[in-house]
């Protein structure tokens, strides 16, 4: 194993990489809380659930579609000169929340929020795809585990803020301060023009870059993002149902807690190997741990048998994160690389919410054990994707496309 002076640390000394890393960092916790926080908001000023989850519906599956439709202006225009506009439209939208009387204004405006949104992961995987392309493509896992870590740092320490906040009664306060950050970190990256990809207009390696997103290795791989999204609605449903079911709703968050911790460790652990076989036969080996470990699931007999089956089975999730990441990057041509991880991103979410549905209706229809079955199930779509994948071989070799330009100054 690399010690992390050789793992993390060249790198964030990479001329630029720190600065967009950290920023965006900052601007994922601002994207962790601001589902979380129409909820505290909206239920503050209405005394609604049903408002407030319109509303987080509305913002989610507006940034489900139209994200990808925003990443492809990133793509084509480049980060630094649409970035600025989908933060002014989200700014407004978010800021039309706070100021709103009604609820049908507050839901439409969290639609619009949700719209403009800035996918900051996927910017800055793209922005490490372009600094380590030349050179230093075998650093790329490194870089996306690093994204990882982040990613789950984001969602630990975001919910965590938000609820808090909204305990103390500053809902409000809370969506305000989940703007500023994505305000801010998306500020902050978008007048970092140095480590900026170029956009699509600079490559000249295919006639028709988009037609890499229609590839069967592509839509293998938007399929196995779907399936990972299927495992964490299930979690996140089922265990709150086996928390409550059990008579101890308050072990819920311990759990969800030590099982994200234990994934932050996992992909800080990853990125700190570098191994030799190939990215497809890691997936296929990771799915199958996952699967495996996922059985312990519905056998639980105790909360600290579930907390401890989970943090296991999170162990798996940051490598297969960080693999379906780069066999993306080699999928298709780096003019469309944006739209390629967040067309991923909305296959993830959409099959995060199927799932949490799914599993709801398990809990309420049969018990929570009939939910948590669903984690396994998702397990063994995965492995079975994952093998289709291997064995498919088709359109995992990178493609290397001809730079003209870089994006202007």
């Known amino acids: 194993m690399h010690s992390t002076a050789s793992g993390y640390r060249p790198l964030l000394r990479t001329p630029g990489a720190a600065a967009f890393f950290f920023t965006a960092a900052a601007g994922r916790i601002g994207l962790a809380m601001t589902g ?13 659930y049903t408002t407030a989850g319109l509303a987080t519906a509305a913002f989610a599956l507006a940034e489900a579609l139209i994200g990808p439709q925003l990443a492809r202006l990133v793509d084509r225009f480049g980060q630094t000169r649409v970035l600025p506009w989908a933060l002014l439209g989200h700014g407004t939208a978010i800021g039309v929340v706070l100021a709103s009387s009604t609820p049908a204004v507050a839901i439409v405006a969290a639609g619009c929020a949700g719209a403009s949104v800035p996918q900051l992961g996927a910017l800055s995987a793209a922005r490490w795809v372009h600094l380590l392309r030349d050179g230093r493509p075998d650093e790329l896992p ?14 630990l320490l975001g919910p965590v803020l938000v609820t808090a906040l909204g305990a103390m009664g500053a809902a409000a306060a809370a969506s305000a301060v989940a ?10 990256l978008a007048a970092q023009r140095r480590t900026a990809p170029p956009p699509a207009r600079a490559y000249a390696g295919l006639p028709h870059p988009g037609r890499t997103l229609l590839r069967p290795s592509f839509l293998l791989l938007a399929a196995l993002n779907l399936a990972i999204g299927l495992y964490f609605g299930t979690m996140q449903v089922s265990i709150s149902a086996y928390a409550t079911g059990h008579g101890m709703p308050g072990a819920a968050a311990p759990i969800i807690a030590a099982a994200g911790l234990g994934g932050l460790l996992s992909g800080w652990l990853y990125g700190l190997r570098r191994p030799r076989i190939p990215a497809t036969r890691q997936l296929v080996v990771a799915t199958a741990y996952l699967t495996v470990t996922a059985l312990l699931l519905p056998f639980a007999p105790s909360a600290t048998w579930l907390g401890a089956a989970a943090v296991v089975t999170e162990a798996a999730v940051p490598p297969t994160l960080v ?20 067309w991923h991103n909305s296959a993830s979410a959409a099959g995060s919410a199927l799932a949490g549905f799914v599993a709801g209706r398990a ?6 054990t009939a939910a948590l079955a669903l984690a396994p199930a998702a397990g063994i779509i995965l492995f079975t994707l994952s093998l289709a994948l291997r064995r498919s071989g088709v359109g995992l070799a990178q493609v290397e496309p001809v730079r003209t330009q870089t994006e202007p100054e």
């Open 36 to 48: 979380l926080g129409l909820v505290w908001l909206l239920h503050a000023r209405t005394g609604s």
């Open 363 to 368: 809990a309420d229809t049969l018990d929570p």
């Open 142 to 155: 490194t870089a996306l585990s690093l994204g990882s870590v982040a990613n789950a740092a984001a969602f």
């Open 323 to 342: 693999l379906l990441g780069v066999l993306t990057e080699r999928a298709v041509h780096a003019g469309v690389l944006t739209q390629a991880f967040t």
């Open 179 to 188: 703007a500023m950050l994505v305000l801010g970190g998306g500020g902050a």
